[in-house]
C-alpha cells in the first residue's frame, strides 16, 4: 500500500473513530502473513503507523531502495541480453 492510500484510509479511520491523525501516527502498525489472530503467523513489518509513511513517500528508504533494486535488475538483464 502506497503512502496516499495508507494517510486515505488513515483518515477514514480517524474521522469514523474521532481520533486525531498525531495520535493514529504514534500507534503500533503491523502487517504479517497470515490470520493475525493465530500465534503461527508470521510478522513481516511492525513500526509506527508515522514510520510507515515516511519510508513510503518520496525519497524514504523503500522509494531509495525500489529505485536501487530496479536499477540493479535492469543492468542485470541488460547483461544477460547483451552478454558479459
Known amino acids: 500500500m502506497g503512502k496516499e492510500d495508507f494517510e486515505q484510509k488513515q483518515k477514514d479511520f480517524a474521522d469514523a473513530g ?11 502498525f503491523t502487517y504479517g502473513v497470515g490470520d493475525p ?16 509513511k515516511e519510508r513510503n513517500e518520496k525519497g524514504g528508504q523503500n522509494y531509495v531502495l525500489m529505485g536501487q533494486m530496479s536499477i540493479t535488475q535492469i543492468y542485470h538483464i541488460g547483461t544477460i541480453i547483451i552478454g558479459n
Open 37 to 52: 489472530n493465530n500465534p503461527q503467523s508470521e510478522w513481516l513489518v511492525s513500526c509506527t503507523q508515522k514510520e510507515y
Open 18 to 28: 474521532g481520533f486525531a491523525i498525531e495520535y493514529l501516527d504514534g500507534t503500533t
